[in-house]
Nanobody, 115 residues
Framework: QVRVVESGGGLVQAGGSLRLSCAAS????????MGWYRQAPGKQRELVAG???????NYADSVKGRFTISRDNAKKAMYLQMNSLKPEDTAVYYC?????????WGQGTQVTVSS
């Protein structure tokens, strides 16, 4: 069984920081981390930060300059450093990766930013 698990979410005050982690495990040799997504109640899931070809990254305009995506291929892990958090960042955050042509999603981790 292949599993992708997010962690690090929680409640934080506006202006604070959180670091989300995403770890993959199971019967896979490797997994290519793709990015972080989030979904707020009543809204469509959106890409927050992702990897493109090579080491390139891209960010949603709403988080640019505040969030940083990174990865550790040896650990099959991906991270999202979130700084200067705003109430509008409140959402369930998901990570995904691709292995053997399949996309894997985690269950999500809740991030709540209080005013």
């Amino acid at each position: 069984q292949v599993r992708v698990v997010e962690s690090g979410g929680g409640l934080v005050q506006a202006g604070g920081s959180l670091r989300l982690s995403c770890a993959a495990s199971g019967s896979i040799f490797s997994i290519n981390p793709m990015g972080w997504y989030r979904q707020a109640p009543g809204k469509q899931r959106e890409l927050v930060a992702g990897f493109t070809t090579g080491d390139s990254t891209n960010y949603a305009d709403s988080v640019k300059g505040r969030f940083t995506i990174s990865r550790d291929n040896a650990k099959k892990a991906m991270y999202l450093q979130m700084n200067s958090l705003k109430p509008e960042d409140t959402a369930v955050y998901y990570c995904n990766g691709i292995s053997m042509g399949r996309t894997y999603w985690g269950q999500g981790t809740q991030v709540t930013v209080s005013s």
